[in-house]
């Protein structure tokens, strides 16, 4: 009996079978990946958002400020330090993994403070918690992007504003959307064009 092999027809029909099955498969993969990237970065808002209402339980209620500064202007101090150590041991929770430095700028922190917690009138200090209009509403850190930024200014403290000039704006990265937590905690996702950057229903999101 003579031995049955693939003609060449059969290999190629094969081949394009292969390939069809791997074409519906990769953005299935590539979906999956990113969704569990997403599900890392809420789990590292979660705990940095803990991290803050610690913060928040030791130094009389108020938030950490966004940053201190010399009488020259330049930072002392920023927000995220004031939790580290203390409050965070584990650095990892500030890198997205789904940031890619190329594509977000020269500075690879992944995430920014709304600045609106701080008050500036008072020697740098955090606003009192209790001044949150909304708890659920109001935006305490969220993924984020360094566009241009100067680092020698105090503005280029990881800090997010309700001001289109401001260089830290709302990162994109999360197939199209942002990762937010929360005064009270919670962690979502938001399309950056959720987001009112005025208005009443800006005030809550970032209590100015």
């Given amino acids: 009996m003579r031995n049955k092999a693939f003609t060449l027809l059969e290999l190629l029909v094969v081949i394009v079978i292969i390939g069809i099955g791997l074409s519906l498969i990769m953005p299935a993969l590539g979906k999956a990946r990113e969704n569990a990237r997403r ?55 500030w890198f997205c993994p789904s940031f890619k430095e190329a594509q977000y700028g020269p500075f690879f922190f992944s995430y920014a403070y709304n600045y609106n917690l701080g008050d500036m009138t008072k020697e740098w200090r955090g606003r009192d918690i209790n001044e949150i209009r909304s708890s659920s509403q109001c935006m305490m850190v969220a993924d984020s992007f360094n566009d241009y930024g100067d680092p020698s200014s105090p503005f280029f403290a990881q800090c997010l504003m309700n001001q289109s000039s401001n260089n830290f704006q709302i990162g994109n990265r999360h197939s199209g959307g942002a990762n937010i937590v929360f005064v009270d905690c919670h962690v979502s996702w938001h399309l950056k064009t959720d987001i009112p950057m005025s208005g009443d229903e800006a005030i809550l999101w970032w209590n100015y």
Avoid: K
């Fill in 39 to 93: 599900a890392m970065c809420m789990n590292n808002l979660r705990q940095i958002g803990a991290a803050i209402i610690m913060y928040t339980d030791d130094h009389d209620f108020h938030f950490p400020p966004p940053f201190t500064t010399r009488p020259d202007g330049v930072v002392l101090q920023h927000w995220y330090e004031f939790l580290d150590g203390q409050y965070i041991d584990n650095q990892s929770i």
